[in-house]
Nanobody, 115 residues
Framework: QVQLVESGGGLVQPGGSLRLSCAAS????????MGWYRQAPGKQRELVAT???????DYADSVKDRFTVSRDNAKNTVYLQMNSLKPEDTAVYLC?????????WGQGTQVTVSS
C-alpha cells in the first residue's frame, strides 16, 4: 500500500509563500502523474497542479504564474511552491499519485491565507 504524507502547510499572510511537500513510501517514478488538489469548506475538490513522470506540468488557471509543481525522483517527493498567496487559496491541499491502475491520496495539509 502506497502512503503519501503531506507537510508544509500553515498560516500565511496574503502575498506570502509556502512550499508543500508530499513524501511517498515508494519510488515515485512508478507514478505516471503526481499532483496537488485542494478542497475549501463547502466547495468541491479541485485540481491545482500536476506533473507527469516525463516532467510535463499543468496548472489550474487560478494558480498559473504563482504556483510551481516539481518532482524529485531521488527523494520520492513532489513539491508545490506557492507564491503570492491569496485568501481564496485557503484550503486543505491533498497530494495525489496515479498509476495506470490505481490512484492514491494523502491525508492533506491545511493552508490558510489570512491577515
Amino acid at each position: 500500500q502506497v502512503q503519501l504524507v503531506e507537510s508544509g502547510g500553515g498560516l500565511v499572510q496574503p502575498g506570502g509563500s509556502l512550499r508543500l511537500s508530499c513524501a511517498a513510501s515508494s519510488n515515485i517514478f512508478s507514478f505516471n502523474v503526481m499532483g496537488w488538489y485542494r478542497q475549501a469548506p463547502g466547495k468541491q475538490r479541485e485540481l491545482v497542479a500536476t506533473a507527469t513522470r516525463r516532467g510535463t506540468t499543468d496548472y489550474a488557471d487560478s494558480v498559473k504564474d504563482r504556483f510551481t509543481v516539481s518532482r524529485d525522483n531521488a527523494k520520492n517527493t513532489v513539491y508545490l511552491q506557492m507564491n503570492s498567496l491569496k485568501p481564496e487559496d485557503t484550503a486543505v491541499y491533498l497530494c495525489n499519485a496515479a498509476t495506470v491502475e490505481y490512484v492514491y491520496w494523502g491525508q492533506g495539509t491545511q493552508v490558510t491565507v489570512s491577515s
